[in-house]
């Protein structure tokens, strides 16, 4: 998935660079999986915890605040309408297949994945997620 990267991301490779590292390197040295780590570096998904981990290892602004932001919005939107179709998790799990753990983490913006933000905008009716690359810059 290209065009996700955020400048946090841009940030975090500019690191990884200067270190001589590889993301393998990278996530061997804080203990997480090379598939995961580089999903959050290249923005298709978003975990608040491995973020502030890359960010308090390659000493980087903390991509948390900006994420969190984008999310905000949508997040509240997704609760509300589950509210309004009287849905619970495992209702909105049966209906896009993905687990409860997953959604839950999405819609309480502990993880982010604007695939999957956009699958459960279709199952709730609610409107897309329009999300930011990064809001402490403006391109």
Request: aromatic share 6%; glycine share 10%; net charge neutral.
């Amino acid at each position: 998935m290209q065009g996700n990267i955020t400048d946090w991301g841009k940030e975090v490779k500019k690191g990884l660079i200067e270190r001589g590292w590889s993301i393998n390197d990278l996530a061997e040295r804080i203990g997480k999986s090379r598939t995961r780590v580089s999903g959050i570096v290249n923005g298709r998904i978003y975990s608040d915890s491995i973020a502030s981990a890359i960010s308090d290892l390659l000493n980087i602004e903390k991509a948390s605040a900006s994420m969190k932001e984008a999310t905000r919005d949508w997040c509240m939107d997704a609760r509300k309408a589950m509210i309004d179709l009287d849905m619970n998790t495992g209702e909105l799990a049966d209906k896009t297949g993905y687990s409860t753990q997953y959604l839950n983490a999405i819609i309480c913006g502990r993880c982010y994945s604007p695939p999957v933000m956009k699958v459960i905008s279709g199952a709730l009716g609610i409107q897309e997620y329009q999300g930011k690359q990064d809001s402490s810059k403006d391109s």
